[in-house]
């Protein structure tokens, strides 16, 4: 399965400032996904990020509020921009592994942001 | 459109004791199923998964879910729980809709494991 390695793990913001979450992965994969996991709730697909064209967003979410870069295979940022309190959650990011063996969607450890 | 439920937001159960999550979904099209396992403060780890054949699926760690298609359910059972057991889990559908899988996660079962 891949290895994702995403940072940083935590962080507390201040309103009105942006934090770009950064996801490495050790192998080359074609999309990548970006989630929120709000407290207590479940995860909420916020895009998926293809390498060489524009992220697709889902309802709900845009790309002001939620820039992605993806500039390789490898790699990808989210930034949550203009931050509220309702910014307050996990994000994790994730890759889908398409062997048969492995399929399923490998996670990121998740971003714990917290905003005051 | 898919959808996944997950009716018990919280299980309460003894150590040794066996336990059932429940996950039922919906879905026009055939379907993967998953439960995913997330620990305290920790990220999403796969649990199990259905892609096909047998309905019966077992995890490394004693978990086993069973695939029935006519209940639309893919409940998770354990025959004897650990405190280590204690964690959040996620039932999932992955189904394809005009080419494009979509991944759908359901509203989470947590799971304490009381001594």
């Not at chain 1, 940072?7 to 934090?19: A, F, M, N, V």
């Not at chain 1, 967003?57 to 509220?84: C, Q």
């Not at chain 2, 003894?14 to 099209?29: D, G, H």
């Not at chain 2, 077992?58 to 354990?78: C, M, V, Y």
Request: with cysteine.
């Amino acid at each position: 399965s891949a290895v994702i390695s995403q940072k940083p793990s935590r962080d507390i913001c201040q309103r009105g400032t942006s934090l770009t979450i950064q996801c490495q992965v050790d192998s080359q994969v074609t999309m990548m996904f970006w989630y929120r996991q709000q407290p207590g709730q479940s995860l909420t697909l916020i895009a998926t990020a293809n390498q060489g064209s524009e992220a697709t967003y889902e309802s709900g979410f845009v790309i002001d509020k939620f820039p992605i870069s993806r500039p390789n295979l490898t790699f990808s940022t989210l930034t949550v921009s203009n931050m509220s309190p309702e910014d307050s959650s996990i994000y994790l990011c994730s890759v889908e592994d398409l062997g048969r063996a492995n399929y399923g969607y490998t996670f990121g450890s998740g971003t714990r942001l917290t905003v005051v | 459109a898919q959808s996944v439920t997950q009716l018990d937001s919280q299980v309460p159960v003894f150590e040794e004791a066996p336990v059932e999550l429940r996950c039922n979904y919906s879905s026009s099209v055939s379907v993967y199923l998953f439960w995913y396992v997330q620990y305290p403060n920790q990220g999403l780890q796969l649990l199990l998964k259905y892609l096909s054949g047998s309905t019966l699926v077992e995890s490394i760690n004693g978990f086993e879910a069973e695939f029935n298609k006519s209940q639309t359910s893919f409940h998770l059972r354990k025959p004897s729980v650990h405190i280590s057991d204690t964690a959040e889990y996620f039932c999932a559908v992955s189904a394809t809709t005009s080419g494009t899988y979509k991944y759908i996660f359901g509203t989470g079962t947590r799971l304490k494991v009381l001594a």
